[in-house]
Every structure is written in C-alpha cells, then in structure tokens.
C-alpha cells in the first residue's frame, strides 16, 4: 500500500506570506505526527493527534503555527506570516496507533524555504 | 531538561567493523517505548529497532541491536559489521505513556562515517 505522502514537495515563498503543507498518512493510521528539521538538525516535535483526541499542540513554536487533521486521514499544517527561521524540512508521520510500540512511517517531507 | 541525549555528533568506524551510538534519556514514566531511526543523505526516515521499558531482553534487528540499561536510562544502538552504506544520520526517539502524552520526542542525532 501507499506510504505516507506529503505535498508539496518543496516550497519557496516570501517572508510574511501563510504556506499550507499537506500530509496524507497511511490509510487506517490513527496516529499522526509533525516535525520540523531545520539542516543538520535532529526532529522537533510540532503537534500530535490520535483518533478523536484532542490534539498536542505542545511543540508548536508559535501561534503562527497550526495544524489540522480531518477525522483519521488528512493533516494540514498552516504557518502564517512565515519568518525565514521558519525555513526547514517539515516531516510528517502516521503511526497505526498511539500505543508505545508501534513505530512511526515518514513520508518524504516539505522543504520550507522563506526569503 | 533535555529528553533524549546523543552526546556524540559524529562518529568513524573502520568498514565490518562494531559501532555503538550513545542515547540516553530522562522520563518519569514507567512505561515508555525506545526508538532508532536512521537517515541517509537523501532524506528518508527508517526505522530501525524498538525497545519496550518492560521488555527484559535486549531487542535485536539483523546486524542492530539495542544496549538497554534501564537502571542507566540508556539505550545505545549497536551495529555490528558495519558497511558502507550505513553512513548515515541516526537519532535515537522516545515515546512516553501517560506523563507524555504518548509522543516521540527524538536526539539531535548521530552522523556516523563508515570507512573502507
């Protein structure tokens, strides 16, 4: 079956401009999860959802930062009014469930680039 | 307090020759899940090995295997016979139960350079 996609694949915009970036995950996984990597960095937890729970937003850096999932299927991660630290890889992943085994599928990521 | 630590950011090991990358973390919880990932140049995360707070054995993967010492709170990833195409980026993940929500936090990550 399919992996999980993001989209779009690399994104350049301007500073001060919103970037809506996509996530798909695996179909039938209830857990869905967003990173960023800034280059040579390690993974920076953003927010989480699983299933119906209300989600945590604990990782999001600012209120510029939101996200979205509709039901088990589609993420959306919105910035609005980007800065150009805000230029990184966005990852997202999708995990069967939040149980503490279950490891996590990436997709391929979005590369944020704000001039 | 920093969650997940990899003190080492880079690391040279000698083709079929053993490594070890150093994790260590910090929770309160008793139930908690270990994770290692690794992440070639292209980009992609793959997982690699997982290990249960509970689980009494050390958990093994083809050539990965994890060096859990709970009492530590350490869970260093050994690859043994290395090759080449495991240079790559590895971070070390955590998942916390009830105290953390269930997330995965990862380390900041450990490049390691395989040597012909």
């Known amino acids: 079956g399919a992996g999980v996609s993001q989209s779009p694949s690399n994104k350049v915009t301007e500073k001060g401009k919103d970037v809506e970036l996509r996530c798909d995950p695996i179909?039938?996984?209830?857990?869905l999860y967003w990173y960023r990597q800034r280059l040579g960095q390690g993974l920076e937890f953003l927010i989480y959802?699983?299933?119906?729970?209300?989600?945590?937003k604990s990782g999001l850096p600012s209120d510029r930062f939101s996200a979205e999932r509709t039901g088990e299927s589609v993420s959306t991660l919105t910035i609005q009014r980007t800065q150009q630290e805000d230029s990184a890889v966005y990852l997202c992943?999708?995990?069967?469930?939040?149980?503490?085994?279950?490891?996590?599928?990436f997709g391929p990521g979005t590369r944020l680039t704000v001039l | 307090a920093q969650k997940i630590t990899q003190t080492q950011p880079g690391m040279f090991v000698q083709e079929k020759e053993a490594v070890t990358l150093d994790c260590t973390y910090d929770?309160?919880?008793?139930?908690?899940?270990l994770f290692w990932y690794k992440q070639p140049s292209s980009g992609e995360m793959i997982f690699l090995i997982y290990?249960?707070?509970?689980?009494?054995q050390n958990a093994t993967e083809g050539r990965y295997s994890l060096n859990f010492q709970k009492a530590r709170k350490s869970a260093n990833l050994v690859i043994s016979a290395s090759q080449l195409g495991d240079s790559a980026m590895y971070f070390c993940?955590?998942?916390?139960?009830?105290?953390?929500?269930?997330?995965?936090?990862f380390g900041a990550g450990t490049r390691l350079f395989v040597k012909a």
């Open positions: 992943a999708s995990s069967s469930s939040g149980l503490l085994y279950n490891e996590q599928f």
């Open positions: 179909s039938g996984h209830t857990a």
């Open positions: 959802f699983q299933g119906n729970s209300a989600p945590d």
């Open positions: 929770t309160s919880d008793q139930s908690y899940g």
């Open positions: 290990q249960g707070s509970y689980d009494e």
């Open positions: 993940a955590m998942r916390e139960g009830l105290t953390g929500g269930f997330k995965t936090i």
